[in-house]
């Protein structure tokens, strides 16, 4: 896949919200990170973003976009527990 597909498949695989996930469609895939939608996991696409920028800018991305969805998960439920305080 090119640049923008590692990069949108990346965020693909950690929604905001609840979603279904699958096995990896990559038959080459170690398995190791479940598939939104059972299509490309974050770790395939990590791989073929590595292919084009290097390992350590694709780890770099892939780690920060699952630490920026952690805190929006940890700030949402923030805001939901404020919105149902007096
Ligand atoms: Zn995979």
Redesign the pocket.
Known sequence: MDFEECLTTIWRNYPRWPSTFGR?R?VD?DGS?S?RGSK??A??AEGDLADIVGEDLAEQYHESIRGVRQIESVMAEKAFQQRLSP
């Open positions: 990896c990559r895939c990170h598939a490309v996991c770790k395939c």
